[in-house]
């Protein structure tokens, strides 16, 4: 009933935003009539501001369409690689008709970025994508909005993520021979299950893991999310945040934690901080600031655009990393794709590079609860181990802005490419090993 009320009060309030950019729109042109008022250019603010605070924000668009390799425009064509449900496996195909810049990219190492799957969409590392695709040859998972995924589908669960990651990294192990992982906040914990089940059942595991501000052993230096996540039985959660998409969605029916939801819980985190930030974009619009007007609207069209998870998923996750912390306890069991249950056995990782990263200011994942992956993954041997804490860095300039791109991407670039076979042995494990000869007759030498 409440997802139902909230998208009637959106579609009365539709109308009146539109309408509030409008009059933005002619209060902002000196030509009309009201745009030559005293008062015109804080008119027009204060639409220009109602209007942002009452519209729809829709899933924002990565947008990538050129990189600078070492002085070479590259240009970057996005498509999806993999069309699964509930996620789409996106691929950044990077082009150049230069043969130098072309023969670098060829040699680059496959990195599989696991983005979150709570609340905002993928676009969400845009950054990281954009500075990773310089060096790297660049995938990711683009997580659906369950509002959207009919109940035809089925349900989505807390497994189905493991598997299908294992599915996307046997994907680039068979397009190049090998990857690299980087998992960055909620994925850590179900791509370290991925990876674990691999090793356990003896299959060929990612030549290394990069871990970002993930909740490994949430227990350590606990957050207020993660005391939201322990403090409330199963139930509550179950019978106050988990609605039925309304009708007129394709998901129609289906059992999600809704993304407004999710949206007011971000924005209650630090209320004084989004309503100074509002208040200077108002005074920034006044000022004829362009520069940090637009800032502002790109923050938050990324910001206020979220999704809806499967009330599957997220009920597992509670359950599984918060409550009873079975990654740690070693007490996970996950149900594989045939149907068999697989317990996650972190110590089986034995040839997997590892390397940790946290912000020391970090309050959505705490300080040490990304680098717990250590102690638990005692089979991967210690010169393969790093860990790093950004001083200074929040939870996002791990994976943004000026600290993810100066002070974390050099040393995630160095890592990855310190296990990142050279490019013959790369094509000797990717091409067929030839036939056997069966002739009597005695082979001629190679010229």
Request: charged share 25%; with cysteine.
């Amino acid at each position: 009933m409440l997802y139902q009320l909230y998208e009637t009060q959106r579609s009365m309030m539709e109308p009146f935003s539109d309408l509030a950019n409008a009059a933005s729109k002619v209060f902002a042109n000196p030509l009309s009539m009201m745009g030559q008022s005293p008062f015109a250019q804080r008119m027009s603010a204060g639409f220009d501001l109602m209007h942002r605070l009452g519209r729809d924000y829709e899933k924002p668009e990565f947008g990538i369409r050129t990189v600078d390799v070492e002085g070479v425009a590259v240009a970057i064509h996005e498509r999806i690689e993999i069309d699964k449900p509930f996620c789409e496996l996106r691929r950044f195909k990077r082009f150049t008709d230069d043969p130098a810049t072309l023969d670098r990219l060829k040699g680059q190492p496959a990195v599989l970025v696991v983005a979150p799957l709570s609340g905002h969409h993928a676009t969400l590392l845009r950054d990281t994508v954009q500075t990773m695709l310089k060096d790297h040859k660049v995938y990711i998972t683009d997580w659906k909005n369950a509002r959207m995924v009919p109940m035809s589908e089925g349900q989505f669960h807390l497994d189905d993520y493991v598997n299908y990651v294992q599915e996307f990294v046997r994907h680039l192990q068979a397009t190049y021979g090998n990857c690299h992982v980087m998992s960055v906040c909620q994925p850590t914990v179900p791509v370290l299950a991925a990876v674990s089940l691999m090793a356990s059942r003896g299959e060929t595991t990612p030549l290394s893991m990069t871990m970002m501000g993930g909740p490994i052993d949430a227990r350590k230096s606990p957050t207020a999310v993660n005391n939201l996540a322990m403090n409330k039985s199963h139930s509550w959660f179950e019978n106050n945040v988990i609605y039925r998409v309304p009708t007129s969605f394709p998901g129609a029916g289906r059992r999600v934690y809704p993304g407004f939801l999710q949206h007011s819980g971000f924005v209650a985190m630090n209320p004084s901080n989004h309503a100074k930030s509002h208040y200077d974009y108002f005074q920034d619009l006044i000022k004829g600031d362009g520069a940090s007007t637009e800032a502002h609207r790109k923050f938050y069209d990324e910001y206020n655009a979220v999704l809806d998870m499967d009330a599957g998923y997220y009920l597992d996750t509670i359950r599984v990393v918060f409550q009873d912390f079975c990654l740690v306890h070693g007490t996970w069991d996950v149900r594989a794709v045939d149907g068999r249950i697989e317990r996650v056995r972190p110590e089986d990782i034995k040839t997997t590079a590892l390397f940790s990263v946290e912000g020391e200011l970090d309050d959505i994942s705490g300080s040490g609860q990304t680098e717990a992956v250590h102690g638990i993954c005692s089979g991967v041997p210690k010169p393969m181990q790093k860990h790093l804490e950004v001083k200074g860095a929040g939870h996002y300039g791990i994976f943004a802005g000026r600290r993810w791109r100066d002070v974390v991407y050099p040393q995630v670039k160095s890592f990855i490419l310190g296990y990142q076979p050279q490019k013959a042995e790369v094509e000797t494990a990717v091409r067929p090993a030839p036939a056997k000869r069966t002739t009597a007759k005695k082979a001629s030498p190679r010229k």
